[in-house]
């Protein structure tokens, strides 16, 4: 019995010592953010490989709901939504698909919506907060989808963000198959001008799954 309570003991100390006010000072600044134009470069990691694959590209959003993820230079692949449906193209196999944008596949692009920024206690509706910690003028913090279906696909989360100017440094996901894929954000335009035709993609000469 005494070993549980330690146990018990150690678990209730973790928790009151993670500092969420970093959080909460981060997704206050979100309030008032309509549209972001960032540039990144994704580090895909996989268990086969030794050193990860990096790759460049860009990121546009606008609220509500609206997302363009473009990855490669020149463009690859991207990742498409006007809100309501989300449009995959593999722009190098003129292939594509549409998809619902509430789906688990779409989400994985949008993990960070609106309902995560309304609040403190929007985003722990969303997410379950694991672990926090400051190092290098960073907050990092360690969480995992309360959506069971997609925390299957996607397990773990981790968000780094600026201590000096709150915002987000890279946000990294661990998926079911233990690879991980780590965005780095650079260059970010906060409330930045968009031409809205980018979030209705021309899949002309695409076959369309």
């Not at 994704?42 to 050193?51: A, C, F, I, V």
């Not at 003028?137 to 201590?163: A, F, H, N």
Request: hydrophobic share 35%; aromatic share 6%; with cysteine.
């Amino acid at each position: 019995m005494r070993p549980l309570l330690v146990l018990l003991s150690l678990i209730s100390l973790a928790h009151a010592e993670l500092d969420s006010k970093p959080l909460e000072t981060w997704i206050n600044k979100q309030k008032d953010l309509q549209s972001l134009d960032a540039r990144f470069v994704q580090e895909r990691k996989l268990p086969s490989l030794k050193k990860p694959v990096a790759t460049p590209g860009r990121m546009r959003m606008q609220r509500p709901g609206k997302l363009c993820w473009e990855l490669g230079e020149p463009v690859k692949t991207m990742a498409v939504s006007d809100g309501q449906t989300m449009t995959l193209l593999d722009v190098s196999k003129k292939r594509g698909k549409r998809i619902d944008a509430e789906s688990t596949e779409a989400r994985q692009f949008t993990l960070l919506s609106d309902n995560a920024f309304r609040d403190l206690a929007g985003f722990q509706q969303t997410f379950e907060l694991i672990e926090s910690r400051v190092t290098d003028g960073s907050y990092q913090l360690t969480v995992k989808p309360k959506d069971k279906t997609l925390r299957r696909q996607v397990p773990w989360m981790y968000l780094e963000i600026d201590t000096k100017d709150y915002q987000l440094r890279s946000l990294e996901l661990e998926l079911e198959d233990k690879s991980r894929i780590r965005t780095v954000f650079s260059n970010a335009k906060i409330n930045a001008k968009i031409d809205p035709a980018i979030f209705t993609p021309d899949t002309s000469g695409y076959r369309m799954l």
